[in-house]
């Protein structure tokens, strides 16, 4: 069997760059994501709605959030086949991971993850983050590891203690950008129930998801990307 490395095969980039995970519930996690921004996006016209929607597939739910835009406009929440669900958005860069770590720890009480796998391109990166359900004087972030290309350059670092199941001599490895891989960053992951780069996880039988999406006149200055635009 061979191990997957990416969801979709890539096909979906820079959509699936970057996932947040959420140990709740889709339902709940949509709900607390509506009542944080609603005041934000509820203005000027406009009007932040939620809806529950079921597809066939995984590829239907991600182009749900086509097309991508310069600023986020649309945000889905999918259940898994576990305690957790997963958080993406339709920024033409990616999900911004900065929401992920207050809407687990303010706003739901639960833990939760980010988990960026950028293979390819000008910027590779694989970045691990774990944030507790609460906060303490130095923020929630329990753990986190990321090797990336920083400009010319491959960087690594780490932030709190290892976990056990960590492959710690990995971490010495000649080349940094083997420090930590896309392979290492799944069996992390599946440590916490979590198989982030298989589809049938995000199959419930069918794909189960909560949208939030802003109804009205289009944010100010914001341009829309078609996949292969963001891709390139």
Not at 8 to 35: D, H, Q, S
Not at 138 to 163: H, Q, V
């Amino acid at each position: 069997m061979i191990e997957q490395t990416e969801l979709l095969g890539g096909v979906y980039r820079p959509i699936t760059n970057t996932i947040g995970f959420l140990e709740c519930r889709a339902e709940t996690a949509a709900k607390a994501f509506f009542a944080w921004k609603d005041r934000t996006y509820s203005r000027d016209g406009r009007k932040l709605r939620m809806e529950r929607r079921e597809s066939a597939s995984l590829e239907a739910c991600l182009a749900s959030l086509l097309p991508l835009t310069s600023r986020p406009s649309r945000w889905v929440f999918i259940e898994t086949q576990s305690s957790w669900c997963a958080y993406i958005e339709n920024r033409w860069r990616g999900t911004d991971p900065t929401p992920i770590a207050p809407l687990a720890g303010d706003r739901l009480n639960s833990r939760g993850i980010r988990c960026t796998n950028i293979p390819a391109g000008e910027s590779p990166a694989t970045i691990l983050e774990v944030y507790r359900s609460t906060w303490s004087e130095l923020g929630n972030t329990e753990r986190s590891i990321c090797a990336m290309k920083d400009g010319s350059s491959w960087t690594f670092d780490t932030f709190g203690d290892p976990f056990e199941f960590e492959q710690i001599h990995q971490y010495s490895a000649n080349r940094i950008r083997d420090r930590f891989t896309s392979k290492m960053l799944a069996q992390y992951l599946n440590q916490f129930g979590i198989s982030p780069f298989d589809e049938s996880f995000y199959l419930t039988p069918n794909c189960v998801f909560y949208i939030v999406d802003i109804d009205g006149p289009p944010l100010p200055n914001i341009k829309e990307y078609s996949l292969n635009e963001a891709v390139t």
